[in-house]
Structures are given as structure tokens and as C-alpha cells.
């Protein structure tokens, strides 16, 4: 390929999209003159992706065309100067390499901006979040008033009304199933990376204090008796509530068990691992002690 010909590149992030380029070209990532046009975002719940992007161009001295020319010269016998002379050659070389590999990387002024500048939500993203919770609500026959407001890509909708202990029974599970819906809702209409979080009256503020005062009493009565104790059926940010919670005490440890998106926190002592193992007795044990 010409050293002047430039291509472009895709992958998952910028790293793949080098590796697709320098298998492709046939080259290693220092023969690269590369150019990062985007570098890709990773979606609201793997939704609306964007891949990395690359501009790239053979550099005009490429190694491996060198060695190639050197190789069909005549081989002369050399002397101990210039062995010498070759071998100090050989180390300056090596040592531009790895500066120059180290900076062959160069961001495009589109993508520098992208990356520095702080991220802020669309108004059009939040209009359309607050109309479509709103018409859920409604299809759910708990009409309520719906406020939303963002900071940065943390974009906030409250719900207030006459039916927030209805939308928070079972420990906010039913919030939380809202939250996830308008999450995928969003992120299939919107290419934003904005992280939407769900409200009702002030239940997240309530639950967390619930869950961090749960866990210390918890960890009060594994340390008193050292029996395994455990908090039931939390979602992700429940469980790091008590994680968090718990970080800095030295006597308990805290793990997550089970499958799916609600899991419980198990609460023990160092050392026993979380967990018990029953006691199973052989089946003919007992007549065998009768006898």
C-alpha cells in the first residue's frame, strides 16, 4: 500500500481497531501513522453502541520493506569497528522506537474535544424521558407528577403524587422495574450516554439509610456470635450500599450470592468464607451404630 494512502478502521474500542488495522496492512503499530476519529461509547445497557474509529497510513519508512532491501544486498564479513559502530546504532534505534510507539497515537481535534469536555444531556432527551414516564404511569392507573432534572450525563426523574406507596411496594422493585424500562426505552431512542435514575417521593434516601443501619446490625451479630447473616433479594446499588457500608470494618466481610439481577449480601466473619456446609449423614449411618 502506499505510504500516503490513508484507511479507516473500525472495532469495539480503539485497542481492536488497531489490532484490524495492523492485521490488515500487514504491519506492527509503530510502522502506524494513526489517527483516532472516534473512540466509541459503550451505550446505556449495551444499547446504541458506537464503535472506535481510525485513520491510518503506512509510515514511509516501514520496517519491513527495510529489512527486505538489506536482505537481498550481498553479505561482507565485518570488521570489530563496524560490528561496533552497528551494535550502538542498533540500541539508538530500538530506543526511538519505543518513543515513537509511544506517541504514534495521535487524537483528532473532534475526538480530544469529545473526551475533555464534560458530557451534558439534551433537552430533547429529557422532555421525551418525563413524557414517556408520565404515559406509563398512566397505562399503570397511578397518574402522578413527574419532575426530571440532569447534572452532567446523570439524569434524575422524581415522581411525586398520591400513589408513591403503590410504585414503591416490595422494597422498590416495581421502581426499579420503571427505571430499567425507561433505560432501555431511552437508550434505544437517544445516541446519549446519560445514566437514568428513579425516584419516588424520597424512597431511595429512606432505603439507603434502611440498608446501611440492616448491615451494621447484621455485622454487630456475626461478630457477637459468628454466625453467617444475610440481607435477601437486593438489586446492584442496593447491595453496594451495604458493601460500602461495611468496607472499613476489619471483623466482618461482605460477598454477593445467587444468579440474576436480585441477589442477597452475605455478612461473615473472615475466614469462613460466607457460607456453611450442611452436615450430611451417610445413608445406613444410624443402623450401623445400632448394630
Given at each position: 500500500m502506499p505510504s500516503h494512502k490513508k484507511m479507516e478502521f473500525e472495532g469495539k474500542d480503539v485497542a481492536e481497531a488497531i489490532s484490524k488495522a495492523?492485521?490488515?496492512?500487514?504491519?506492527?503499530?509503530?510502522?502506524?501513522?494513526?489517527?483516532?476519529?472516534?473512540?466509541?461509547?459503550?451505550?446505556?445497557?449495551?444499547?446504541c453502541r458506537q464503535k472506535a474509529?481510525?485513520?491510518?497510513?503506512?509510515?514511509?519508512?516501514?520496517?519491513?520493506?527495510?529489512?527486505?532491501?538489506?536482505?537481498?544486498?550481498?553479505?561482507?564479513?565485518?570488521?570489530?569497528?563496524?560490528k561496533t559502530a552497528e551494535s550502538k546504532k542498533e540500541h539508538t534505534a530500538k530506543t526511538q522506537k519505543k518513543a515513537a510507539k509511544s506517541q504514534s497515537v495521535t487524537m483528532a481535534p473532534e475526538a480530544i474535544k469529545e473526551t475533555k469536555e464534560d458530557f451534558v444531556v439534551g433537552e430533547d432527551l429529557l422532555t421525551e424521558l418525563k413524557a414517556d414516564l408520565v404515559r406509563i404511569l398512566e397505562l399503570m392507573k397511578y397518574p402522578s407528577e413527574v419532575s426530571v432534572f440532569s447534572d452532567k450525563e446523570h439524569v434524575t426523574a422524581q415522581i411525586q403524587g398520591e400513589y408513591v406507596d403503590e410504585i414503591v411496594e416490595q422494597n422498590g422493585k416495581i421502581l426499579d422495574s420503571l427505571q430499567y424500562l425507561l433505560r432501555k426505552i431511552i437508550g434505544k431512542k437517544y445516541n446519549e450516554k446519560a445514566i437514568i435514575s428513579l425516584d419516588a417521593g424520597?424512597?431511595?434516601?429512606?432505603?439507603?439509610?434502611?440498608?446501611?443501619?440492616?448491615?451494621?446490625?447484621?455485622?454487630?451479630?456475626?461478630?457477637?456470635?459468628?454466625?453467617?447473616?444475610s440481607i435477601p433479594s437486593l438489586n446492584p446499588s442496593e447491595?453496594?450500599?451495604?458493601?460500602?457500608?461495611?468496607?472499613?470494618?476489619?471483623?466482618?466481610?461482605?460477598?454477593?450470592?445467587?444468579e440474576g439481577l436480585f441477589k442477597k449480601v452475605l455478612i461473615y466473619r473472615p475466614g469462613s468464607k460466607g457460607r456453611k456446609?450442611?452436615?450430611?449423614?451417610?445413608?445406613?449411618?444410624?443402623?450401623?451404630k445400632t448394630a
Amino acid at each position: 500500500m502506499p505510504s500516503h494512502k490513508k484507511m479507516e478502521f473500525e472495532g469495539k474500542d480503539v485497542a481492536e481497531a488497531i489490532s484490524k488495522a495492523c492485521k490488515a496492512l500487514n504491519v506492527s503499530q509503530e510502522n502506524l501513522d494513526i489517527e483516532v476519529l472516534t473512540t466509541g461509547t459503550s451505550g446505556i445497557f449495551g444499547l446504541c453502541r458506537q464503535k472506535a474509529r481510525l485513520r491510518v497510513a503506512v509510515k514511509k519508512e516501514d520496517s519491513g520493506k527495510t529489512a527486505e532491501k538489506h536482505a537481498r544486498r550481498p553479505v561482507k564479513a565485518k570488521s570489530v569497528k563496524e560490528k561496533t559502530a552497528e551494535s550502538k546504532k542498533e540500541h539508538t534505534a530500538k530506543t526511538q522506537k519505543k518513543a515513537a510507539k509511544s506517541q504514534s497515537v495521535t487524537m483528532a481535534p473532534e475526538a480530544i474535544k469529545e473526551t475533555k469536555e464534560d458530557f451534558v444531556v439534551g433537552e430533547d432527551l429529557l422532555t421525551e424521558l418525563k413524557a414517556d414516564l408520565v404515559r406509563i404511569l398512566e397505562l399503570m392507573k397511578y397518574p402522578s407528577e413527574v419532575s426530571v432534572f440532569s447534572d452532567k450525563e446523570h439524569v434524575t426523574a422524581q415522581i411525586q403524587g398520591e400513589y408513591v406507596d403503590e410504585i414503591v411496594e416490595q422494597n422498590g422493585k416495581i421502581l426499579d422495574s420503571l427505571q430499567y424500562l425507561l433505560r432501555k426505552i431511552i437508550g434505544k431512542k437517544y445516541n446519549e450516554k446519560a445514566i437514568i435514575s428513579l425516584d419516588a417521593g424520597d424512597f431511595r434516601a429512606v432505603r439507603t439509610e434502611e440498608l446501611k443501619q440492616r448491615g451494621l446490625e447484621l455485622a454487630a451479630e456475626v461478630k457477637k456470635n459468628g454466625k453467617t447473616r444475610s440481607i435477601p433479594s437486593l438489586n446492584p446499588s442496593e447491595r453496594r450500599v451495604v458493601h460500602l457500608a461495611l468496607q472499613d470494618d476489619k471483623d466482618v466481610r461482605s460477598r454477593s450470592v445467587g444468579e440474576g439481577l436480585f441477589k442477597k449480601v452475605l455478612i461473615y466473619r473472615p475466614g469462613s468464607k460466607g457460607r456453611k456446609a450442611p452436615v450430611r449423614k451417610r445413608k445406613g449411618s444410624r443402623d450401623k451404630k445400632t448394630a
